[in-house]
C-alpha cells in the first residue's frame, strides 16, 4: 500500500531534497518505515542520524547556509520536536529557509492530554513562517508544497506535522471538489529587482558621494563580482558582517573585514567619516557602530522587507536580490576617478594587520589564542569550509581569519547559540565531501554536544571522499566570553561556580575513536601542529591550550567598556592579576605598533 508517508518522501524528492537529518521515535515511526523503504530501493534521499534533535535542526540550518538550498530534518513528537526548536530558531534569525517534520500522536489523541501529545502548532508558532497538520491523505500534497515555497520566498523555517496515524493512512490523489487543494512543485525565482525608478534612485546617491562605504551581509551571496564591481565604480571601501566574510575576498585591500566588536579599527574609521551608506543584504544588529543620523546618505537591498530601514534612517530601501539588483544598477553608475577614499582604507587595513599580528605575538599562559588563528589562516587550503562557534572563538575568527575566494565560512549570527559549530561543520562535509573542513570550536560548546558528534563522524565518514576533517579546540577550562561579558558588560568579577569548566583530554577522547589527537600546550609546537593536522588524510582533533585571560580587545576601547573592567577588577575578579597583566600586555603591543605604523617604521618606507 502506497501511505501518506510514501507520498511524502518521494514529494521530498520532487523538491530536489537530497539529504534529511532526522532521529526516530514512535510519534514518526511510519514516516521512518517510508524513508527505510526508499533507502532500500535506492531512491536519491539520505537518511543521516546525527546524535541529538537539536543537532539535526542545526545540521538543516547549516546546509540551507552552504548549499543555498532548503535544509529538512525529522524528529518524532513533544520530545524530539521540542529539541529541535533551538536549530530552527537558528534558521529563523538567520534567514535560512527549513523545513522540519515532526510527528504527533493519532488524531484522536489531539487535545486529550496524551503522553507526547502536546500543542505543536502552538508551540512552533513564533520560530516558522508556516505551521500545519496534515489531518487527511489529500490535504498532504498541499501542505508540503506550502512548507517549501514559504520556506523558500519568505527565508524562513516551516514546519510539518503529521499524526501518527495519519502517516500510515492509503495516500489519495487530490480531487477536483470543495476545500481540497491540488498543488504543484515548484517555487517562484527570488532573483527579483526593483522598477528602474528605483534603481536610478540607487545611481544617484551612489553617484553624488565622496566617501561611499559598502556593508555587505551573508544575504549577497552569489554577488561577489557584482558588488566588488560597484566599489571599484565608487571608490568605496568594503565592510563585512560576521556572516558575510565569505562573500568578499580576503585578499580585496579595501575590505576591512567585521565592524564593532569583533571588528577592525578601519572599519570603524569608514563608518565614522564616509557620506554614503550602500548596506547589501545584511541585518546587522549593532547599530551603534554605524554613521551618525544624517551623516550618511543609505541605501539598503534586502530579499527580507521587514529588514528594511530598521538599523539606519536610509533614504532607499530597495526590496530586491542583491545580484540582480547591482546588475541592473552598474550600467548606471559613473566611474569614480579620485581613489583617495578608497586608497586611505587599503592603507589602514595594512596598518590595522600589523596591529593584529603584533598582539598576537603577545606571550600567554600557555599559548595566546590570537596566535592559533594566525596560523590557522596561513595554512587554509583552497575552498576551505571554515565554521565557528559561540563565545570568544567568533572574536579569533572575526579579527585573523581572512576567506579567500572559493572558500566558505559560517557561524551561528544572530541567535549566536553555543554547539553550532561541530553540527554546521558535519553538513558542510556531507554537502561537500570533497573540500576539508575546519571546525573551530572552544571547550564549553564541544562538551555541551559538540563531542557528541565525534560518534557521527565516525560513523559516515566513510562516505566522505576527502576524509579530511579538523576540529580545533581552544582549550581553557572557561566559559570565556561570558567571563569578559561579566567583567565588561555589568561590572562583576568572574564567578567561578557559572564559568569553570570541568577539564577534559581532549586529544586522547578522539583518539579512543581512531582519530588523530595532537595536545598543543607550547605556542612553539602551533605551526608543527596544524601542518601534521594538514598533512592528515583523516580526521585530527587539535587540543590547544590557551589563556583564557587573553583579552578579546575591541577595535575601539569605549569609557564604559573601561570602566565596568575595572569595577570588576576592583570587587575581587579571581584571575584579577593575570587579566590585568594579559590586557596591558596586549594594549601595550597594539600601541607600540600604531606608534609604528604612524613613524612607518619595519614597513619598507621608513623614514629619517
Same mark, same amino acid.
Given at each position: 500500500?502506497?501511505?501518506?508517508?510514501?507520498?511524502?518522501?518521494? @514529494?521530498?524528492?520532487?523538491?530536489?531534497?537530497? @539529504?534529511?537529518?532526522?532521529?526516530?521515535?514512535?510519534?514518526?515511526?511510519?514516516?521512518?518505515?517510508?524513508?527505510?523503504?526508499?533507502?532500500?530501493?535506492?531512491?536519491?534521499?539520505?537518511?543521516?542520524?546525527?546524535?541529538?534533535?537539536?543537532?539535526?535542526?542545526?545540521?538543516?540550518?547549516?546546509?540551507?547556509?552552504?548549499?543555498?538550498?532548503?535544509?529538512?530534518?525529522?524528529?518524532?513528537?513533544?520530545?524530539?520536536?521540542?529539541?529541535?526548536?533551538?536549530?530552527?530558531?537558528?534558521?529563523?534569525?538567520?534567514?535560512?529557509?527549513?523545513?522540519?517534520?515532526?510527528?504527533?500522536?493519532?488524531?484522536?489523541?489531539?487535545?486529550?492530554?496524551?503522553?507526547?501529545? *502536546?500543542?505543536?502548532?502552538?508551540?512552533?508558532?513564533?520560530?516558522?513562517?508556516?505551521?500545519? &497538520?496534515?489531518?487527511?491523505?489529500?490535504?498532504?500534497?498541499?501542505?508540503?508544497?506550502?512548507?517549501?515555497?514559504?520556506?523558500?520566498?519568505?527565508?524562513?523555517?516551516?514546519?510539518?506535522?503529521?499524526?501518527?496515524?495519519?502517516?500510515?493512512?492509503?495516500?489519495?490523489?487530490?480531487?477536483?471538489?470543495?476545500?481540497?487543494?491540488?498543488?504543484?512543485?515548484?517555487?517562484?525565482?527570488?532573483?527579483?529587482?526593483?522598477?528602474?525608478?528605483?534603481?536610478? #534612485?540607487?545611481?544617484?546617491?551612489?553617484?553624488?558621494?565622496?566617501?561611499?562605504?559598502?556593508?555587505?551581509?551573508?544575504?549577497?551571496?552569489?554577488?561577489?563580482?557584482?558588488?566588488?564591481?560597484?566599489?571599484?565604480?565608487?571608490?568605496?571601501?568594503?565592510?563585512?558582517?560576521?556572516?558575510?566574510?565569505?562573500?568578499?575576498?580576503?585578499?580585496?585591500?579595501?575590505?576591512?573585514?567585521?565592524?564593532?566588536?569583533? $571588528?577592525?579599527?578601519?572599519?570603524?574609521?569608514?563608518?565614522?567619516?564616509?557620506?554614503?551608506?550602500?548596506?547589501?543584504? *545584511?541585518?546587522?544588529?549593532?547599530?551603534?557602530? %554605524?554613521?551618525?543620523?544624517?551623516?550618511? @546618505?543609505?541605501?539598503?537591498?534586502?530579499?527580507?522587507?521587514?529588514?528594511?530601514?530598521?538599523?539606519?534612517?536610509?533614504?532607499?530601501?530597495?526590496?530586491?536580490?542583491?545580484?540582480?539588483?547591482?546588475?541592473? %544598477?552598474?550600467?548606471?553608475?559613473?566611474?569614480?576617478?579620485? @581613489?583617495?577614499?578608497?586608497?586611505?582604507?587599503?592603507?589602514?587595513?595594512?596598518?590595522?594587520?600589523?596591529?593584529?599580528?603584533?598582539?598576537?605575538?603577545?606571550?600567554?599562559?600557555?599559548?595566546?589564542?590570537?596566535?592559533?588563528?594566525?596560523?590557522?589562516?596561513?595554512?587554509?587550503?583552497?575552498?576551505?569550509?571554515?565554521?565557528?562557534?559561540?563565545?570568544?572563538?567568533?572574536?579569533?575568527?572575526?579579527?585573523?581569519?581572512?576567506?579567500?575566494?572559493?572558500?566558505?565560512?559560517?557561524?551561528?549570527?544572530?541567535?549566536?547559540?553555543?554547539?553550532?559549530?561541530?553540527?554546521?561543520?558535519?553538513?558542510?562535509?556531507?554537502?561537500?565531501?570533497?573540500?576539508?573542513?575546519?571546525?573551530?570550536?572552544?571547550?564549553?560548546?564541544?562538551?555541551?554536544?559538540?563531542?557528541?558528534?565525534?560518534? &557521527?563522524?565516525?560513523?559516515?565518514?566513510?562516505?566522505?571522499?576527502?576524509?579530511?576533517?579538523?576540529?580545533?579546540?581552544?582549550?581553557?577550562?572557561?566559559? &570565556?566570553?561570558?567571563?569578559?561579558?561579566?567583567?565588561?558588560?555589568?561590572?562583576?568579577?568572574?564567578?567561578?561556580?557559572?564559568?569553570?569548566?570541568?577539564?577534559?583530554?581532549?586529544?586522547?577522547?578522539?583518539?579512543?575513536?581512531?582519530?588523530?589527537?595532537?595536545?598543543?600546550?607550547?605556542? #612553539?609546537?602551533?605551526?608543527?601542529?596544524?601542518?601534521?593536522?594538514?598533512?592528515?588524510?583523516?580526521?585530527?582533533?587539535?587540543?590547544?591550550?590557551?589563556?583564557?585571560?587573553?583579552?578579546?580587545?575591541? *577595535?575601539?576601547?569605549?569609557?564604559?567598556?573601561?570602566?565596568?573592567?575595572?569595577?570588576?577588577?576592583?570587587?575581587?575578579?579571581?584571575?584579577?592579576?593575570?587579566?590585568?597583566?594579559?590586557?596591558?600586555?596586549?594594549?601595550?603591543?597594539?600601541?607600540?605598533?600604531?606608534?609604528?605604523?604612524?613613524?612607518?617604521?619595519?614597513? $619598507?618606507?621608513?623614514?629619517?
Amino acid at each position: 500500500m502506497y501511505t501518506v508517508s510514501d507520498f511524502v518522501v518521494d @514529494r521530498l524528492i520532487a523538491w530536489g531534497v537530497q @539529504r534529511i537529518y532526522g532521529y526516530p521515535g514512535d510519534g514518526i515511526g511510519a514516516f521512518d518505515g517510508a524513508l527505510g523503504r526508499a533507502d532500500r530501493a535506492e531512491k536519491p534521499l539520505t537518511y543521516i542520524r546525527p546524535t541529538h534533535e537539536e543537532l539535526c535542526a542545526l545540521m538543516a540550518t547549516a546546509h540551507a547556509k552552504f548549499t543555498g538550498t532548503v535544509g529538512v530534518c525529522a524528529a518524532t513528537s513533544s520530545p524530539g520536536a521540542f529539541h529541535m526548536i533551538n536549530g530552527l530558531y537558528d534558521a529563523k534569525m538567520d534567514n535560512q529557509p527549513v523545513v522540519a517534520i515532526v510527528g504527533q500522536q493519532g488524531l484522536a489523541a489531539l487535545g486529550t492530554d496524551n503522553q507526547q501529545e *502536546s500543542n505543536l502548532e502552538r508551540t512552533f508558532a513564533d520560530v516558522a513562517a508556516f505551521v500545519q &497538520t496534515i489531518v487527511t491523505p489529500m490535504q498532504a500534497q498541499v501542505v508540503i508544497d506550502k512548507a517549501f515555497r514559504v520556506a523558500m520566498t519568505q527565508l524562513q523555517p516551516t514546519v510539518i506535522i503529521i499524526p501518527h496515524d495519519v502517516q500510515s493512512m492509503k495516500m489519495e490523489e487530490p480531487t477536483k471538489e470543495m476545500w481540497v487543494a491540488r498543488s504543484s512543485v515548484g517555487a517562484p525565482s527570488t532573483a527579483l529587482t526593483p522598477p528602474e525608478s528605483e534603481i536610478r #534612485k540607487m545611481a544617484e546617491i551612489l553617484n553624488s558621494g565622496k566617501k561611499v562605504a559598502m556593508l555587505v551581509g551573508h544575504g549577497a551571496n552569489g554577488a561577489t563580482d557584482e558588488l566588488l564591481a560597484v566599489a571599484e565604480k565608487t571608490g568605496a571601501g568594503v565592510v563585512t558582517a560576521l556572516r558575510g566574510k565569505q562573500v568578499v575576498p580576503g585578499d580585496v585591500p579595501y575590505h576591512t573585514q567585521q565592524l564593532g566588536l569583533l $571588528g577592525s579599527l578601519p572599519s570603524l574609521n569608514m563608518m565614522q567619516a564616509c557620506d554614503t551608506l550602500l548596506m547589501l543584504g *545584511s541585518n546587522y544588529p549593532y547599530s551603534q557602530f %554605524l554613521p551618525a543620523t544624517g551623516q550618511a @546618505r543609505g541605501i539598503q537591498v534586502d530579499l527580507r522587507p521587514s529588514h528594511l530601514g530598521i538599523r539606519y534612517p536610509m533614504e532607499l530601501n530597495v526590496w530586491g536580490d542583491v545580484k540582480s539588483t547591482l546588475q541592473a %544598477l552598474l550600467p548606471h553608475l559613473v566611474q569614480q576617478e579620485d @581613489r583617495s577614499w578608497q586608497q586611505t582604507i587599503s592603507d589602514g587595513m595594512k596598518d590595522w594587520d600589523k596591529v593584529l599580528e603584533a598582539v598576537a605575538d603577545v606571550t600567554a599562559d600557555p599559548i595566546n589564542p590570537r596566535k592559533v588563528f594566525i596560523e590557522l589562516n596561513k595554512r587554509l587550503p583552497d575552498h576551505a569550509v571554515v565554521t565557528c562557534d559561540a563565545g570568544t572563538t567568533a572574536d579569533w575568527y572575526g579579527h585573523h581569519i581572512r576567506l579567500q575566494r572559493g572558500m566558505l565560512g559560517d557561524l551561528s549570527g544572530l541567535l549566536a547559540t553555543m554547539v553550532a559549530a561541530m553540527p554546521y561543520a558535519v553538513a558542510a562535509k556531507f554537502a561537500f565531501p570533497e573540500r576539508c573542513v575546519v571546525c573551530t570550536i572552544g571547550d564549553g560548546a564541544f562538551q555541551m554536544l559538540g563531542m557528541n558528534e565525534l560518534i &557521527t563522524i565516525k560513523k559516515y565518514m566513510e562516505q566522505w571522499t576527502n576524509k579530511q576533517f579538523i576540529i580545533l579546540i581552544m582549550h581553557n577550562d572557561d566559559l &570565556t566570553q561570558v567571563s569578559w561579558e561579566m567583567r565588561t558588560e555589568d561590572g562583576n568579577p568572574r564567578w567561578t561556580g557559572s564559568q569553570e569548566l570541568q577539564t577534559l583530554d581532549y586529544a586522547a577522547y578522539a583518539q579512543m575513536f581512531g582519530f588523530q589527537g595532537i595536545k598543543v600546550t607550547n605556542p #612553539k609546537e602551533i605551526g608543527a601542529a596544524l601542518d601534521k593536522a594538514f598533512a592528515h588524510q583523516g580526521v585530527t582533533l587539535l587540543d590547544v591550550y590557551v589563556d583564557k585571560n587573553v583579552p578579546p580587545l575591541p *577595535s575601539h576601547i569605549t569609557a564604559e567598556f573601561a570602566f565596568h573592567t575595572a569595577a570588576a577588577l576592583i570587587k575581587g575578579d579571581p584571575n584579577e592579576v593575570a587579566v590585568v597583566s594579559e590586557s596591558a600586555k596586549a594594549l601595550v603591543a597594539e600601541s607600540v605598533q600604531k606608534v609604528k605604523n604612524a613613524l612607518h617604521i619595519g614597513t $619598507g618606507d621608513d623614514e629619517d
